[in-house]
């Protein structure tokens, strides 16, 4: 018997973005901008930083395993404490709703190359993993109930998408949930939620909640948290409930809570990070689009532009970096020939753009776009 399962042994680890110091040494550079996990460029909110200054005076006591940001989202959004849970990141909590609900013969379902996170947990149950292909990269939600058997156990949509940025509306999703069968959880992970709200069709899983759907959201995007690991979810009492017996029992850590709710305290702060994505993401739309890279359509904080293979996204992603843009070439995710670029400040926008204009001229035979 070997001591770890062929299911384990075949992973790649998680691969975290390239990291800015890094980068920096390796080629000389003095300005490096990192646009490669869609972290918010203006940092975290000054209240949340505050908030987690204070609780530091409290660090030698255990965390109340979540209780008081519980409570805090049931009242920011008007539902029982018991609807409500929080984790170390929204993956802390994607991995225990895969401890929690899989056993050995379920299947998970979802769509070719879906965040990599979700695909990395999935496939470390050593469950058997089915995907459906993108249509016009977005999710086929058609498909995806017809694959539904009866071994299907969890459904992962994230909406919008990552890495393709793109969303399904509500009338998509709702006639997708009348075709899945109730004994199928549906996760619903809406780490982008904030840029897409507004939209008239986003389907927003706060106003009508079913009984086979867990949301997951995220302090780490919009709220400039990532780095103090905080998430959260709704589902109703009897997910809930399990969820909690297998989570740490100390997740999340008390200053990763506090800063949560600071978070949630400064809307101003989270108003100015939207405005800022949402003129972002028209710039690098438009003039990466004119240089003639194929960018899908957004309603994230990045945008994703397809190559002609992965020698030209690996050879425009090294070219990029050699100029101090970090951009996320996306072949863990399943999708070598494509890159994924987020939106900074404007400068780091602006040093994108004039970056990869120069580093497409420069890219040996030049790359063949669309
Ligand atoms: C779709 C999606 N879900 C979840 C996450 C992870 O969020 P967290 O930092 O809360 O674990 C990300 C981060 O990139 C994401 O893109």
């Known amino acids: 018997m070997p001591l770890v399962p062929p299911y384990i042994e075949s992973l790649r ?44 005076n409290g660090i030698h006591l255990y965390p109340d395993g979540g209780l008081e940001l519980r409570a805090r989202l049931a009242e920011e959004f008007e539902l029982k ?10 993956e802390g909590i994607m991995s225990n709703i895969i401890r929690a609900f899989l056993c050995d013969d379920d299947e998970v379902l979802t769509t ?36 539904v058997n009866e071994r299907t156990k969890i459904i992962y949509l994230a909406n919008p ?12 999703f709702d006639s997708f949930h009348r075709h899945v069968p109730e004994r199928v959880l549906i996760i619903l992970d809406e780490a982008y939620f904030e840029y897409a709200k507004d939209h008239p069709s986003y389907p927003d899983s706060m106003h009508y909640r079913w009984d086979n759907v867990i949301t997951l959201r995220t302090f780490s995007k919009v709220y400039g948290l990532a780095g103090a690991r905080i998430g959260y979810g709704f589902a109703r009492q009897e997910l809930i409930a399990n969820l ?14 506090a800063a949560a709710i600071g978070a949630l305290d400064d809307k101003e702060f989270l108003h100015q990070s939207l405005a ?30 397809a190559l002609a293979d992965g020698e030209q996204a690996a050879r425009l992603t090294e070219e990029l970096l050699k100029r101090g843009v ?45």
Not at 164 to 169: L, R
Not at 244 to 257: C, I, R, Y
Not at 335 to 347: A, D, F, K, N, Q
């Open 112 to 147: 070719e190359a879906a965040f990599v996170g979700f695909q990395v947990l999935a496939r470390s149950r050593g469950v058997r993993y089915r995907t459906v292909p993108y249509r016009s990269w977005r999710y086929d939600l058609e498909a995806l109930a017809a694959a």
């Open 326 to 370: 970090i951009v996320r070439l996306l072949e863990a995710f399943g999708l070598p020939h494509c890159v994924r670029i987020s939106t900074g400040t404007e400068e780091d926008n602006e040093f994108c753009v004039e970056s990869m204009r120069t580093a497409l001229a420069a890219a040996e035979g030049g790359l063949c776009l669309k």
């Open 13 to 56: 680890p998680y691969e975290p973005g390239r990291r800015i110091e890094e980068i920096r040494q390796r080629y000389g550079l003095k300005r490096v901008v990192k646009l490669a996990s869609n972290e918010n460029p203006l940092g975290p909110s000054p209240a949340s930083i505050e908030a987690m200054r204070r609780s530091l």
């Open 244 to 257: 909690l017996k297998v989570k740490l029992p100390f997740e999340p850590s008390t200053p990763a809570q």
């Open 276 to 305: 800022l994505n949402a003129r972002g993401l028209r710039f690098l739309t438009a003039s990466l689009g004119e240089m003639g890279l194929d960018i899908v359509g957004s309603h994230a904080n990045f945008v994703m532009a």
């Open 161 to 172: 998408n990552n890495p393709t940025g793109t969303m399904f509306t509500r009338q998509e």
């Open 81 to 90: 404490i018991d609807n409500v849970i929080t984790g170390s990141g929204s």
